[in-house]
């Protein structure tokens, strides 16, 4: 089973994450996940921080002359701007965050919450993915994720290829795939910046190259589609998640939701085998299982929760009504939330091959996908 744990706190000296199950025998590189650490801290809307940190990976354990061996993996992602012993604590707990839960919670500080409550954490779930994608890159998948709606404008996407969006949205400060959605985008999160306001966001991650049969039907907690909407429901400031139509499948009749089947000799080579669909309205996923079409996942991002115009709250000591406590944040972090799914949903792709085809060593893996590929043909 592929799995991570991270530590760390948004101001402590360091972020960890350590990656347990994963296969020997990957090549891996450090500077495609050094390019996702800066992407996250990317995007127009973004605060001070940035500017201090440069994210960059540490590979810890887990890794010989550039190959790993199946033992633990440990990825580490410094705090430059490590200052906590020195920082004190919020007297008043800021609505959207988890300062008034969690103070109660566990009879403490806030500082102690927010801590690592802080969206901060998610420097090395981005490491984990990206370390995941190099072994999604050896059966030919790939993951990505781009912004489609900034506080209620959509960004509708242009034609073009999956190489020809890549480009689009690596030119974009936004990480849409319309740039000529940008200029007024980047005007209404300046305009709420100086209102002291704050936007959110819907994100979608395309996942390509899928085989049939991730998952399964089998049990309720090894469903792909449930794993998938768990790991992506717990990023911070996460609040729905929908996979193909989604809520839209609920208002239309069924004949404009399913897919129908149709069969392509021609492709029978392909990881579609085959089986065509003139739509994917289920977003690559039936039963829990993948169908051999792209898996299509959105993810909605509340408006970050500090305001540079605090709202209503109380002094935890006096209980008597306050502004909440404030501190250095962003306006808008979708684009930077675009990143952050983007790599929880390759590592939860990742984590399905690897249950798929076994998890000792890539060579094995590899046999045993082709072999699977050849009996699927032939069924």
């Known amino acids: 089973m592929l799995r991570y744990l991270t530590a760390g706190e948004s101001h402590g000296k360091t972020l960890l994450a350590l990656v347990d199950g994963f296969p020997a025998g990957v090549t891996i590189d450090t500077d495609p996940i050094d390019v996702e650490l800066k992407r996250r801290q990317g995007g127009y809307g973004r605060g001070g921080r940035q500017r201090i940190e440069s994210d960059t990976v540490d590979i810890r354990t887990g890794i010989w002359k550039g190959v790993t061996l199946g033992s633990p993996i440990a990825l580490e992602v410094v705090n430059r701007d490590y200052k906590l012993e020195r920082l004190d604590d919020l007297p008043r707990p800021r609505p959207g965050h988890g300062d008034l839960t969690g103070a109660v919670k566990y009879l403490g500080s806030i500082r102690g919450i927010l801590e690592r409550a802080s969206a901060r954490e998610t420097a090395v779930r981005v490491a984990a993915g990206a370390l995941a994608k190099q072994l999604l890159a050896a059966f030919d998948m790939t993951v990505f994720g781009y912004v489609v709606e900034v506080g209620g404008e959509?960004?509708?996407?242009?034609?073009?290829?999956?190489?020809?969006?890549?480009?689009?949205?690596?030119?974009?400060?936004?990480?849409?795939?319309?740039?000529?959605?940008?200029?007024?985008?980047?005007?209404m999160i300046d305009d709420a910046g100086k209102d002291g306001d704050t936007l959110g966001g819907v994100v979608e991650v395309r996942v390509d190259g899928v085989p049939f049969g991730l998952g399964t039907h089998a049990q309720w907690d090894r469903k792909l589609d449930g794993r998938l909407a768990q790991a992506v429901m717990a990023v911070q400031a996460i609040k729905g998640v929908e996979i193909g139509l989604g809520f839209e499948a609920a208002r239309r009749p069924g004949s404009q939701v399913h897919d129908p089947i149709h069969y392509d000799e021609s492709k029978k080579s392909t990881s579609t085998l085959g089986y065509e669909r003139p739509t994917n309205n289920a977003g690559g996923l039936e039963a829990g299982m993948t169908n051999g079409q792209p898996i299509v996942i959105r993810a909605a991002k509340k408006p970050i929760s500090t305001l540079a115009k605090p709202l209503a709250s109380i002094n935890l000591e006096t209980k008597e009504p306050e502004e909440a406590s404030y501190e250095r944040s962003d306006v808008c972090a979708i684009s930077a939330a675009s990143v952050i799914v983007e790599n929880v949903v390759a590592f939860e792709i990742a984590g399905a091959v690897i249950e798929k085809f076994g998890g000792d060593s890539l060579q094995e893996m590899r046999a045993r996908y082709e072999l699977f590929l050849e009996m699927a043909r032939k069924r």
């Open 154 to 187: 959509k960004i509708e996407p242009v034609d073009g290829t999956l190489d020809e969006l890549r480009t689009i949205r690596d030119q974009s400060e936004l990480y849409g795939l319309n740039l000529d959605r940008d200029p007024a985008i980047k005007k």
